[in-house]
């Protein structure tokens, strides 16, 4: 476990979901990504996906919800889902918010 992240939900540590999180830290470049993306899941799936975390990332600027909803499309379910997540998840996505920014 990395440090300052917690795994909330044991339920979610099988053998298939340890292939997965291998898999994606095999890929090595964007390309990779995308070519594995469209083999593993719909279009619909991986808007979704993306959209969550455009999501995650305007709240932590402080984006207000009607902002965010003009900003991505995103749902008031969606954003307030992402929020609570952000609040009182596992710390994923501010683990990978985080990395993002240090990566600018």
Excluded: W
């Amino acid at each position: 476990m990395v440090i300052g992240v917690s795994f909330m939900n044991a339920k979610l540590r099988t053998k298939e979901t340890a292939m997965l999180c291998q898999a994606f830290l095999a890929l090595e470049a964007e390309e990779e990504c995308l070519a594995f993306f469209e083999d593993l899941l719909t279009v619909q799936e991986l808007q979704s996906i993306a959209q969550r975390l455009a999501v995650a990332q305007l709240l932590d600027q402080g984006q207000t919800y009607e902002d965010i909803a003009r900003l991505t499309g995103a749902s008031s379910a969606t954003i307030s889902r992402v929020k609570r997540a952000l609040a009182f998840g596992a710390d994923g996505y501010r683990l990978v918010l985080d990395r993002l920014a240090k990566a600018r």
